[in-house]
């Protein structure tokens, strides 16, 4: 590629379905992708992919409504403005060389991101590593997966997931370890589901909060977070002195006697669990063969993430249930390429190819292989400390691709202050409204999932392609494309040539079999002569891909990758979260993800059907907790750290035990500004992965002092400014939540500034006495917006608004559904668009008793199956009621 060479794009929209893959979560699935010629998508499950089998999950069903091109970027721009490719590229190329010219390599750093397709990743990593010569390439993958990456390879010596998704149907008994599977891996649920309806698979969910996980499950522990550690060395005394360890399995391993004596001085009593559960839960895993444990943030999110992983593969290698065919430890990824992430080295403290960095043959290997300059013999800054350097000027010259730090880090408020001081920052981004690229000095347009090729490795080492069905719009360009002409602008014309992301798979897949001659089992050199019909054709295929193997299971042979041989059993202790409650800050803050939002929101928050899931950031609290603090039903709440502050929504439940908050991850400055939970989260970590402990902060609560609040509903846009609100879209515009600490004078002229309508026509109910206030503008006798005002929290309908504009009059401004409109309350069935309300009288009135009622008459779970364990508690929540009248 030459610089003024096109890059290659798709050329406009291609007739029929095309396979590809979603690009949320690590499940991987497939999709087919129909392009309508009016630049949307039709969105299918692929029913020959191997991850869902044509299933979907709510998100994925809704990716058809992520691909307008509303929000996105389509020109390079500096400092605001609107620029040219060549002038930009050179601008970023120039600037980092200087840098790296006056202040050395480490003066220079790229934060990456689980989500870029392996290609593009590979190239950024090449690009680092290779030839600026520092490992300051670090990703959002250390906020994720980290703690498993490290340990997987102190115990096998390689990060390498020994099982495969069938293991889930194979298992007689699935243990979720801090994974709510039913609302993160839907899909990899829904499997589940099906197995334990056909075999009665039993499920032990292990997790301090009761979630959408844990419906039906045959033991719920509820542990005291961060305790894992001591429950799984529990587990472990209680295999050796029951004489359950795997005689014949154990020589391949070491460590056995340092590893029994620290499990058996570890105390069990800390993880706050009745002793007869606990002993339940070792009883069902002895008595069982086949247990397949599955982990995710509740493990790797932690200060003793590593440990927890460690504790949980040492109970697999000890009892040799490793590696056989519904027997084993599944780590489950976040990013749908997170996976692929660990596979070409995108982490500061790796190589390609599962390549290490300390091992000099290993970087003199690549060195020649890529005929680099440079090979870094020292670890690059892991994220925390990277964007530390960053704050400090250590790092000057900043690169993030495809992730919102300024959101997604621990202690955001400090992270967004250093990439906004930054001397030169760059954002690669599909669009410029995100909190990070805000604060960018260069923002360039990247092309999104449906509009680029390439590869990503799922949960259980399945590479899929992504292909590109739609037109790049504007001038956006793949990632890979963007960073190897900024590699070639630095110097680097040969190194950064390619044509194609099959160029750069091809590549990648050669260098992959170099790793395989030094032993390495991340082997793909079987596709490294794809020619572009192949890649084109590539059908999802488990790694490794040799001429001798391809796919199947790792370990139960007993062969593993440390010099020996053997696997590691680790000795590890418990040790409480990093931080520790105390009288000013009273409450354990968790944190995590809800159904129908991805992350940052940046693309789901396009979706009206999955907006109207969970529409607010809330906090939940307990009713003990709630009442102690006066704190009522839907009364806003500040959450307090020595970081920041968040203003979420009290949602009162005993899913939390005392003393525990959480808060889900996904709103912004886009979104809803005062509720950045990140901005309260502190920045420890794990002192061996460097992952951040997202899941156990701690906070002081107060209610908010708000002088009002108010609902508001608008065919267009809003532009709130007060001290709390948070916006959504509905299928007929916008609706948004607002609170202030002081009530404006003059709610017609507030009202008007908020909705942009100087001059519509407004009908005003107001009862200054009482502080409350209705308007209702009208344009050309339409109704166009509302808002219902009052010193408490508002008691409206608001699903039933949110249908607004087709509301017909001002009747409206009672704020109730007419008796033939009942409002349907929040949705549950996004798919059908079925609310909680609907549901609720379908179970009284028609006297729906299952799941399976509940959709022949409601349609709803009846599509992507998304909302059947929220369908199942709805109706366990009805009967216990009933029972109590
Ligand atoms: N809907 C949706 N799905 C997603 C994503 C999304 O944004 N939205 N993101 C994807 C990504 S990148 C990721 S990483 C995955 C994450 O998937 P998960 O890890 O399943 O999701 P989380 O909600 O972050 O956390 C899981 C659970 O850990 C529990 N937990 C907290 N502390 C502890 C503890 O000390 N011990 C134990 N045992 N449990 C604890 C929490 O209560 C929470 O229910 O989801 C992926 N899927
Ligand atoms: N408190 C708390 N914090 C957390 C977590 C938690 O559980 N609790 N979880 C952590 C975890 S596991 C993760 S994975 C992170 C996720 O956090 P982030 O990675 O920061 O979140 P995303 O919203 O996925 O950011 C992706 C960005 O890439 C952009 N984008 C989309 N498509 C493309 C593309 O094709 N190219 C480019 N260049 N850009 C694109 C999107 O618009 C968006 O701005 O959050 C972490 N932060
Ligand atoms: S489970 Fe849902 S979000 Fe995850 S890959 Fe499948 S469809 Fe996409
Ligand atoms: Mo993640």
């Not at 799922?458 to 002409?485: C, F, M």
């Not at 409206?796 to 009942?822: C, I, K, N, Q, W």
Request: proline share 7%; glycine share 10%.
């Amino acid at each position: 590629m030459t610089h003024a060479a096109p890059v290659p794009q798709a050329e406009g929209a291609v007739a029929g379905p095309v396979r590809s893959t979603c690009p949320y979560c690590g499940v991987g699935c497939g999709v087919l992708l129909s392009p309508d010629g009016a630049g949307g998508v039709t969105v299918k499950g692929d029913p020959d992919h191997p991850a869902n089998m044509g299933r979907l999950c709510s998100k994925g069903s809704a990716l058809g409504e992520t691909v307008g091109l509303g929000h996105r970027l389509m020109k390079p721009r500096v400092g605001g403005v609107d620029t040219d490719w060549d002038e930009t590229l050179q601008l970023v190329a120039d600037r980092f060389r200087e840098t790296v010219e006056a202040h050395g390599p480490d003066s220079v750093a790229f934060y990456v991101s689980g989500q870029l397709l392996s290609e593009d990743y590979y190239v950024a990593n090449k690009l680092m590593k290779g030839f600026i010569g520092s490992a300051n390439i670090d990703t959002n993958s250390r906020l994720c997966m980290a703690s498993t990456v490290a340990g997987h390879k102190r115990a096998f010596g390689t990060d390498t997931v020994p099982q495969t998704y069938e293991d889930i149907e194979e298992a007689d008994l699935v243990v979720l370890v801090g994974s709510n599977l039913a609302w993160c891996h839907p899909v990899l649920y829904q499997r589940l589901i099906a197995a334990r309806k056909a075999k009665g698979t039993r499920l032990i969910v292990i997790d301090p909060r009761r979630t959408a996980s844990c419906d039906g499950a045959d033991l719920h522990l509820m542990l005291e977070p961060g305790s894992d550690v001591a429950l799984f060395n529990h587990l472990f005394a209680a295999l050796y002195e029951n004489g359950m360890l795997d005689a014949a399995y154990l020589p391949n391993t070491s460590g056995f006697n340092a590893t029994l004596a620290s499990a058996t001085s570890d105390d069990v009593s800390v993880t706050g669990l009745d002793p007869r559960d606990i002993d339940r839960f070792c009883r069902m895993w002895m008595g069982t063969e086949k247990v397949v444990t599955i982990f995710s943030q509740g493990v790797n999110q932690s200060s003793s993430g590593t440990d927890k992983v460690n504790a949980i593969l040492n109970c697999h290698l000890a009892t040799g249930r490793i590696g056989k065919p519904g027997c084993g430890p599944l780590s489950v990824t976040g990013q749908p390429n997170a996976m692929g992430g660990r596979e070409v080295g995108g982490l500061a403290n790796m190589l390609a190819c599962h390549l290490d960095l300390e091992n000099c043959d290993h970087r003199s290997a690549v060195r020649n292989f890529w005929e680099a300059p440079h090979a870094p013999d020292k670890a690059g800054l892991k994220a925390v400390d990277m964007f530390s350097a960053v704050g400090d000027g250590r790092i000057k010259a900043l690169w993030i691709i495809h992730t919102n730090p300024a959101v997604s880090m621990p202690d955001a408020d400090r992270v967004r202050d250093a990439i906004r001081d930054c001397p030169f920052t760059v954002v690669s981004d599909i669009t410029d409204r995100t909190d990070t690229a805000r604060l960018a000095d260069v923002i360039l347009p990247a092309t999104a999932w449906a509009e680029k090729d390439g590869t990503v490795t799922n949960s259980d080492r399945t590479i899929s392609r992504q292909r590109a069905v739609l037109p790049a719009p504007g001038e956006a360009r793949p990632d890979w494309a963007i960073v190897a002409e900024v590699g070639q602008r630095m110097g680097w014309e040969a190194a950064f040539d390619y044509d194609s992301a099959l160029e750069i798979f091809r590549e990648y897949a050669t260098l992959s079999g170099i790793a395989g001659r030094f032993g390495k089992d991340f082997d793909i050199s079987g596709l490294s002569q794809l020619d572009a019909e192949g890649y084109d054709r590539m059908r999802p295929v488990r790694w490794p891909v040799t001429a001798t193997r391809e796919g199947g299971r790792f370990f139960a042979d007993g062969q593993f990758f440390h010099p020996d041989g053997r696997a590691r059993l680790v000795p590890v202790t418990w040790r409480a979260p990093a931080t520790r409650t105390e009288p000013r800050y009273p409450f354990r803050l968790n944190t995590g993800r809800v159904r129908d939002q991805w992350h940052t929101m940046t693309r789901t928050a396009l979706s009206p059907r999955l907006a109207a899931h969970l529409a607010e950031p809330f906090l939940e609290i307990h009713p003990e907790d709630a009442r102690v603090l006066g704190i009522g039903a839907a009364d806003l709440v500040e959450a307090e750290s020595p970081h920041g502050q968040a203003i979420l929504r009290a949602r009162i439940t005993d899913a939390v035990q005392p003393g525990q908050v959480f808060a889900p991850m996904h709103w912004t400055g886009e979104t809803a500004p005062a509720a950045r939970i990140d901005a309260v989260v502190a920045p420890v970590v794990d002192p061996v992965s460097g992952q951040p402990e997202s899941k156990a902060s701690v906070v002081k609560l107060t209610r908010m002092g708000a002088a009002w609040y108010a609902f508001a509903v608008s065919a267009g846009p809003f532009n709130p400014t007060s001290a709390y609100w948070a916006r959504s879209v509905t299928r007929a515009g916008h609706r948004a939540e607002l609170a202030g600490y002081t009530a404006p004078d003059d709610w017609e002229a507030e009202a008007r500034r908020l909705f942009g309508l100087p001059d519509a026509e407004v009908a005003v109910m107001a009862d200054p006495g009482r502080g409350t206030a209705r308007l209702a503008f009208r344009e050309a006798g339409r109704l166009v917006a509302a808002i219902f005002v009052s010193p408490e929290p508002v008691a409206v309908m608001r699903d039933y608004l949110a249908t607004m504009p087709e509301v017909p009059d001002l009747s409206l401004l009672s704020g109730r559904a007419p008796a033939d409109r009942p409002d349907p309350g929040p949705i549950l069935c996004s798919c059908f668009d079925v609310g909680v309300n609907t549901i609720l009288r379908g179970i009284e009135e028609q006297g729906l008793m299952t799941v399976d009622a509940i959709g022949a008459a409601l349609q709803a779970g009846t599509n992507c199956g998304s909302c059947r364990p929220e369908l199942a508690a709805l109706l366990a929540a009805a009967r216990s009621k009933e029972a109590a009248e």
